[in-house]
Structures are given as structure tokens and as C-alpha cells.
């Protein structure tokens, strides 16, 4: 299974941008899906993750900003960013679990496949 991540880019504050990863190899339809980021300094954080039913979860911090979603036709997952804020600033990575039937999960270490990471730069 392979991940790519894209959509990134330079945005002003308040705006938004839609990341886009598609997979090769395997679809998402059954399995987990998240989102995660990584800014300058610092470690990897959750951003947002999704069941293979569509249940999702999120970071505290972009509810109501953000939204999780898949197309399973085209093997893409997505990530709708609204409302940024130059702390959503960072490199993000897709991920997806191997395990059939997965719930939704903030943990790195529940997902076996990662996206290279887009880059997102939001300018204040």
C-alpha cells in the first residue's frame, strides 16, 4: 500500500485548502484513516481520524474547521481545512491501519501506512 499526500500550499489566515491522499495498492473502505501533522520543532501530533463506517474524531483544536472524508471510488482520502490559523502551520501526513473493520484512533502506532506529508504554511 502506498500514500500520497497532496494539496498543501501557502494560505493566508482564514483561509482554506483541501488535502487530498490517494492510495495505490489497496482502497480505504475498510479499513482506518487519520490524519496527522507535524510542525517545525515538534513531534508529531493527531489531527483527525475516521472509522471505516465514517465515524470520525478530531484534534480539540480543528472541530468545527476541519472534516475528514473518503472517496472510496477513487481511493482518495481528504482533509478539509476552513478557518486556518498560522498554528495549523506544519507538514501533514495521511495514514491508513491494515487491520479489516477499524475504528477510529489518535494513536500513530494503530496506523501501518503513511503519505510523504504536504506541506501547509498559513500566513498571519
Known amino acids: 500500500v502506498q500514500l500520497q499526500a497532496s494539496g498543501g500550499g501557502l494560505v493566508q489566515a482564514g483561509g482554506s485548502l483541501r488535502l487530498s491522499c490517494a492510495a495505490s495498492?489497496?482502497?480505504?473502505?475498510?479499513?482506518?484513516t487519520a490524519w496527522f501533522r507535524q510542525a517545525p520543532g515538534k513531534e508529531r501530533d493527531f489531527v483527525a481520524s475516521?472509522?471505516?463506517?465514517?465515524?470520525?474524531i478530531y484534534k480539540e483544536s480543528v472541530k468545527g474547521r476541519f472534516t475528514i472524508s473518503r472517496d472510496d471510488a477513487k481511493r482518495t482520502l481528504y482533509l478539509e481545512m476552513n478557518s486556518l490559523k498560522p498554528e495549523d502551520t506544519a507538514v501533514y501526513y495521511c495514514?491508513?491501519?491494515?487491520?479489516?473493520?477499524?475504528?477510529?484512533?489518535?494513536?500513530?502506532?494503530?496506523?501501518?501506512?503513511w503519505g510523504q506529508g504536504t506541506l501547509v504554511t498559513v500566513s498571519s
Open positions: 495514514a491508513t491501519g491494515s487491520r479489516r473493520f477499524g475504528t477510529s484512533s489518535s494513536k500513530g502506532g494503530d496506523y501501518d501506512y
Open positions: 495498492g489497496r482502497t480505504f473502505s475498510l479499513f482506518a
Open positions: 475516521s472509522s471505516w463506517t465514517g465515524t470520525s
